[in-house]
């Protein structure tokens, strides 16, 4: 079993900053990409940052400048240090692991998981 716990969400106020943290627990042997992902109230959820096995990032338009993604390769962890935040960064942060392969049952399995969400308030 894989399973994928954020931390680090919270309340901030405009300007302020938060750093997001999640770790993937299980006999996991390679993850090829970690993202984190936003949702907010009444939108689709949109892709905020990606960094792969290879350290490349890859951010939205939107937080280009304000956020910085990064990995701990051998922890299984990615990280999203968000400065500058602005109401309009409000939403549940998701992290997702893509091409994550763990062994279980006695055999290789490789698929894509998420974690249960973080809510982030920006908000005076």
């Known amino acids: 079993q894989v399973h994928l716990v954020e931390s680090g969400g919270g309340l901030v106020q405009p300007g302020g900053s938060l750093r997001l943290s999640c770790s993937a627990s299980g006999s996991i042997f390679n993850i090829n990409a970690m993202s984190w992902y936003r949702q907010a109230p009444g939108k689709q959820r949109e892709l905020v940052a990606t960094i792969t096995s290879g350290s490349v990032t890859n951010y939205a338009d939107s937080v280009k400048g304000r956020f910085t993604i990064s990995r701990d390769h051998a922890k299984n962890t990615v990280f999203l240090q968000m400065n500058s935040l602005k109401p309009e960064d409000t939403a549940v942060y998701y992290c997702?692991?893509?091409?994550?392969?763990?062994?279980?049952?006695?055999?290789?399995?490789?698929?894509?998981?998420w974690g249960q969400g973080t809510q982030v308030t920006v908000s005076a």
């Open positions: 997702n692991a893509d091409g994550l392969t763990y062994w279980s049952g006695g055999r290789w399995r490789t698929g894509s998981y």
